[in-house]
């Protein structure tokens, strides 16, 4: 954090931008609508695909595999075949995954309180923007 402060203070943003890279893209993964929501609900235990697919609305198969992958190779998931009839596919918060779900869940409840907060603000911001927007003219004005 004071090497963050200095290379502030020292104006010297290509650092700071360098050295964001690595976090900036697992930040991305783990912003991911459908990861949050996996997380989520993998966080109550191993669930089987078809489980997860009707516990998640509106993710579609290939969403939610793609999605399971990509959980699964950067070790967030884990999932365990069973030598059945017809086979059995767990998938389960690694100790990684388990680790990312107090941050997920946290943020969770910070947008869901201050959820009318920036409604409000979404809602002024609109308002200023109709008002400083020029008005079209219309098919008998002149401009």
């Known amino acids: 954090m004071a090497d ?39 966080s109550g235990g191993p669930r089987r695909f078809k489980e997860l697919q009707r516990m998640i609305p509106g993710v579609s198969q290939r969403m939610l595999t793609l999605t399971l992958r990509g959980l699964e190779r950067d070790g967030l998931v884990a999932r365990t075949v069973f030598p059945t009839v017809p086979p059995r596919v767990d998938y389960a918060l690694t100790e990684l995954g388990e ?15 201050n959820r009318a907060q920036i409604e409000a603000a979404r809602d002024r911001y609109d308002r200023a923007a109709e008002r400083a927007a020029p008005r079209a003219a219309g098919p008998d004005e002149v401009r």
Do not use: Q
């Not at 050295?19 to 991911?32: D, N, Q, R, T, W």
């Open 99 to 113: 680790s990312l779900r107090a941050p997920v869940l946290a943020l969770g409840t910070w947008a869901r309180e």
């Open 4 to 42: 963050l402060r200095d290379h502030l203070r020292r104006g010297d943003h290509a650092r700071i931008s360098e050295g964001c890279k690595p976090s900036a893209e697992i930040m991305a993964l783990v912003g991911e609508k459908w990861t949050v929501i996996v997380v989520v609900m993998l």
